[in-house]
């Protein structure tokens, strides 16, 4: 049981280049989140899913996509990277509404230059 | 609307020192309240949770009681080691989504 699984674990873009976080849970978990967390602050909600098929915007959705085409995926795209999006991302799981805890990867560090 | 406000870092104790970090909330409905831990270059970890007024939560010798008529979650733990130096977060959950404080740094020294 790997639990909640992030790749790349780093990356570099130029300002303009596009890219895809991979998250992956192996624990059937029907909701998914993805964070930002800029240096010395805390975790800022990009988007969320409640299951496949299902996405919905959190609080910094702007620059940013999902998809959730099965329960055990949930990738974000960055389009046209922007340096102001250089942060660390992490991904979350959570068994559902009442499942009180959310389980999270170890994180992908991403800078913008 | 939804929000948590903990107590600003850094923190620095000497070992077997009392920790207290203050953590209150906003929210509306009935919340489930968390404490989150993050050690250096890792993802964070559910250090302890209450899901209802009065209720304590515990875990590794922290505690933290769930005052509703103080909206407050403070963290506490009555000697601290040097594995405890990490950020630590409060969280509320109102189902959905999980709404996290600024985080708070602590730093042990021997």
């Known amino acids: 049981n790997a639990g909640v699984t992030q790749t790349p674990k780093f990356r570099i873009l130029k300002i303009g280049q596009s890219m895809t976080l991979q998250c992956a849970q192996d624990m059937n978990h029907n909701y998914m989140y993805w964070y930002r967390q800029d240096p010395g602050m805390g975790l800022k909600l990009i988007y969320y899913s409640v299951g496949a098929g299902i996405t919905d915007k959190g609080e910094v959705p702007n620059g940013y996509n999902v998809s959730r085409s099965t329960t055990e995926d949930f990738p974000l795209r960055l389009e046209l990277a922007a340096p102001s999006q250089t942060s660390v991302y992490f991904c979350a799981s959570q068994g559902g509404r009442l499942s009180y805890e959310q389980y999270f990867g170890p994180g992908t560090r991403l800078t913008v230059t | ?110």
């Open chain 2, 1 to 110: 609307g939804n929000s948590v406000t903990q107590m600003e870092g850094p923190v620095t104790l000497s070992e077997e020192a009392f920790l207290t970090i203050n953590c209150t909330y906003t929210a509306t409905g009935y919340p489930s309240l968390f404490w989150y831990v993050q050690y250096p270059g890792e993802g964070l970890q559910l250090l302890l949770k209450a899901t209802k007024a009065d209720d304590k939560g515990s875990n590794k010798g922290f505690e933290a009681t769930y005052r509703k008529e103080t909206t407050s979650f403070h963290l506490e733990k009555g000697s601290v080691q040097v594995s405890d130096s990490a950020v630590y977060f409060c969280a509320l959950s109102t189902g959905n989504q999980f709404y996290f404080g600024t985080g708070t740094s602590l730093t042990v020294i021997p």
